[in-house]
């Protein structure tokens, strides 16, 4: 099992920019994917983005292509998600997730989960 907790959430204007982390430790970390989801009040929890353990191999919702960045420091045990130019629909608390294979999009296929960041795009 991995232990995630994510942080670098908080309020931020519309066109602004976020970094979020995702820290983990428990098993070797190295072999796993991470992805990060996002869920809106009201919302089922949605994939926004994913890397494999080398971080070589990455994968977006169409939604974010472009816009939001993921890469991983395997040294540090840690995750990160660059999110810019955020929208009002952006707002949501965003979780990272781990799993064995490859980045996938399926939430049921993540195995460990943090708590979640908060994330508020509003002027």
């Known amino acids: 099992q991995v232990q995630l907790v994510e942080s670098g959430g908080g309020l931020v204007q519309p066109g602004g920019s976020l970094r979020l982390s995702c820290a983990a430790s428990g098993r070797t970390f190295s072999g796993y994917v991470i992805g990060w989801f996002r869920q809106a009040p009201g919302k089922e929890r949605e994939f926004v983005t994913a890397?494999?353990?080398?971080?070589?191999?990455?994968y977006y919702a169409d939604s974010v292509k472009g816009l939001f960045n993921i890469s991983r420091d395997n040294l540090k045990n840690t995750i990160y998600h660059q999110l810019n130019s955020l929208k009002h629909e952006d707002t949501a608390v965003y979780y990272c997730a781990a799993r064995w294979g490859d980045p996938v999009s399926r939430t049921y296929a993540y195995e460990d989960w943090g708590q979640g960041t908060q994330v508020t795009v509003s002027s």
């Open positions: 890397i494999n353990w080398s971080g070589g191999n990455t």
